[in-house]
């Protein structure tokens, strides 16, 4: 599938990981370029098949990336307090 830009979505998603900082380990790019695909897909999309599937992988896989990265940030906003 092509992206907004054009490219292929894994040309893309493999150059934004390249290129993340080096303290985020390269899965965690991946599932968070996943999250912008997936909202990207959502925007215009009618079709039922493929709605059920992306607020499935929402709730499976999504919400715990959301909430690792909220627990990242109060444990990084305590160590500089």
Not at 10 to 25: A, G
Not at 42 to 71: G, M, P, Q, R, S
Request: net charge positive; with cysteine.
């Amino acid at each position: 599938m092509l992206s907004a830009t054009g490219l292929p979505e894994s040309v893309l998603i493999n150059y934004i990981c390249k290129r993340n900082l080096p303290v985020w380990p390269e899965k965690i790019s991946e599932n968070w370029m996943a999250i912008i695909i997936s909202r990207n897909r959502t925007t215009h999309t009618y079709d039922e098949k493929t709605v059920i599937k992306i607020v499935n992988i929402i709730l499976e896989e999504y919400v715990a990336l959301f909430n690792n990265f909220k627990e990242k940030m109060l444990s990084m906003q305590k160590a500089v307090e």
